[in-house]
């Protein structure tokens, strides 16, 4: 136990002092970081970010989709609780669904709904948004959510510019990328072997402009009251105890 302890330690200082950086960083956004027992990831909470509480993780991954290690992100938003939309890299999104398929043709499909992510499940229940205006966002890209009216109010404006701009360095073709909105929160996941200031740095702005535009959607959603939704699974099927930035 006490080598244990030591090892720890060693590896927990050595780590520091690689991801100064970013602590520095998050000081300068006045953001806790602190570095994860066993030392091999780190956490950065910043509760009155805007606009909303930010946490960020980076470690091993937690989603069997991403190998290594990877950063998540999420903010509380406190939205209405129909907003549950998606977008994802188009690689990931072939890979998801060519691996639910299997799964449901499977005996064991009531296994399937308990145990597989949102992130596989939305894609056999909510309907795809194949309108993307932007040519790049639409290749690079996918989009499902509840109701395609509002998964369109989301993407096609200021985030869709966003993506483009960010598919050509920050998110390179094939690498895993989810970025989704459900129980009143957004959440972004992508695959990140070594954590990069600069990486973090660009995803979050790509998460906070999301957020935003989030907000512009959940204002007109509250103002007409609940938009009508395309599947009622949906509802049925979510886990409201798991939380995707720590499962």
Known sequence: MFFKQVKHWFVARASSARWRPIHDWAESRNAHFRIAKDGRGFLIEQPKALPGSLRIEWGP????????????????????GDLQMM?????????????????YTDTLKTRVDTDTPEEMRWLVMFPKFTQISSK????????????????????????????????????????????????????????????????????????????????????????????????SIAWQSSRPDEDPAQA
């Not at 190998?67 to 209405?80: A, D, F, K, T």
């Not at 994802?88 to 072939?94: E, F, G, I, P, S």
């Not at 970025?179 to 959440?187: D, F």
């Open 87 to 103: 977008v994802l890299c188009r690689t990931l999104m072939d890979q998801l669904e060519s691996a639910v398929f299997e799964a």
């Open 136 to 231: 790049l966002v639409r290749q690079r890209f996918g989009a499902v959510g509840v109701n395609k009216e509002l998964v369109a109010a989301w993407l096609e404006g200021d985030l869709s510019e966003v993506l483009a701009q960010a598919s050509q360095d920050l998110l390179p073709e094939g690498q895993p990328f989810v970025l989704m909105t459900m129980r009143g929160n957004a959440y972004l996941r992508t695959a990140m072997a070594v954590p990069s200031l600069q990486s973090i740095q660009g995803l979050v702005k790509v998460l906070e402009l999301a957020c935003r535009e989030l907000q512009k959607v959940n204002e007109k959603l509250t103002d007409r009251g609940p938009w009508p939704t395309t599947t």
């Open 61 to 80: 991954s937690q989603r069997a989709y991403i190998e290594g290690n990877e950063l998540r992100m999420r903010c509380e938003l406190r939205l209405h």
